[in-house]
């Protein structure tokens, strides 16, 4: 059975899901972020959902600000003139009013990606792969005004490969979420919504720059999760001298017996850096591949060691 929806979302991770929803059901309304300004001549840029909605000549509407009543109220008479009957949000970027949750006849459901309630919030890819996880997946549950606290409607979990990274990890969880979405809508009467535990609930927040530090106290292992979970941003970085050392590529390198955590310890014959990693018993290093000094082009770990530095520095 074919649904009238509404579609809120923003980014390209969410661009599986309106494709999915054109080719399924009758998309009758896409609602995306407002246009920015962006580049060096800050000219206004729209999400690639809007600029996807455009090009499929769908009603679009980019309301700055949802819990404004002044822009809310017309997009809610946009949408019962419309007969929208269900809401599906994927990355929209704003909390959905409780008025707009209530208004459409099966409400809005949201494909989140992770397994709630385990990280809920604005970035679960990145801290999954942060923390280390090894699977991860997707969430349709029935949004309401909590923080992805909203039942559970449906659940598919992803094995992560090893080495992937959030760039590579999005794009599968962006496909997943297209497919759990229109499952979701086939089976919406026959869905019986699953309370989350809130016992077993963890955050994922915005990632902020500092969130790409190297951390050298730090295993080795722990190291290399953060750098995969902080790509494409803010990406990895340390400290030499006061001056921000971009690290483009990074590995796990082998168990060491001395040194203290970010020294540089040697260089690799195919051109890394040994630094190393952990504190005390953790004795393991990081293999520096590509840095990249400030206002600089990027360049192999050993060609900026010869330029700046020398075995034995520190790195913070």
């Excluded at 809007?50 to 679009?60: F, T």
């Excluded at 009543?69 to 970027?93: D, H």
């Excluded at 990274?165 to 979420?177: I, M, R, T």
Aim: proline share 8%; with cysteine.
């Amino acid at each position: 059975m074919k649904r009238r929806v509404a579609f809120f979302g923003s980014p390209s991770y969410a661009l599986p899901c309106l494709e999915a929803l054109w080719s399924h059901h009758l998309l009758a309304a896409v609602i995306s972020q407002p246009d920015q300004p962006q580049g060096r001549g800050l000219a206004l840029r729209s999400p690639p959902v809007a600029e996807r909605a455009r090009a499929l000549g769908l009603p679009l509407f980019q309301p700055s600000k949802l819990r404004d009543p002044a822009q809310l109220e017309p997009l809610l008479a946009e949408l019962a003139g419309l007969q929208v009957e269900v809401g599906v949000t994927c990355a929209y970027g704003q909390i959905l009013p409780k008025k707009l949750l209530s208004a459409l006849p099966y409400g809005v459901i949201n494909a989140h990606a992770s397994l709630l309630p385990r990280y809920r919030g604005a970035a679960p890819i990145q801290w999954a792969l942060i923390r280390g996880e090894r699977v991860s997946g997707v969430t349709l549950m029935q949004t309401e005004p909590g923080l992805d606290s909203g039942p559970v409607l449906l659940q598919r979990a992803l094995a992560i490969p090893e080495g992937w990274d959030a760039v590579e990890l999005s794009e599968a969880l962006a496909q997943l979420s297209a497919e759990l979405v229109i499952a979701g809508l086939d089976q919406l009467d026959a869905l019986t919504p699953t309370p989350q535990d809130p016992q077993l609930a963890s955050l994922a927040p915005k990632l902020s720059r500092e969130d790409g530090r190297i951390r050298w106290e730090e295993s080795a292992e722990q190291i290399v999760n953060r750098h995969r979970g902080v790509q494409p941003w803010p990406g990895s970085f340390t400290f030499w001298r006061g001056q921000r050392l971009k690290v483009a590529q990074l590995r796990a390198g082998p168990e060491v017996g001395l040194g203290e955590s970010g020294e540089v310890l040697a260089v690799r014959s195919a051109g890394g850096v040994l630094v190393r990693a952990g504190t005390g018993n953790a004795a393991g290093s990081v293999e520096l591949l590509a840095v990249q000094p400030e206002s600089r082009s990027a360049t192999s770990a050993a060609e900026w060691l010869r330029s700046h530095g020398a075995i034995g520095i520190r790195l913070g």
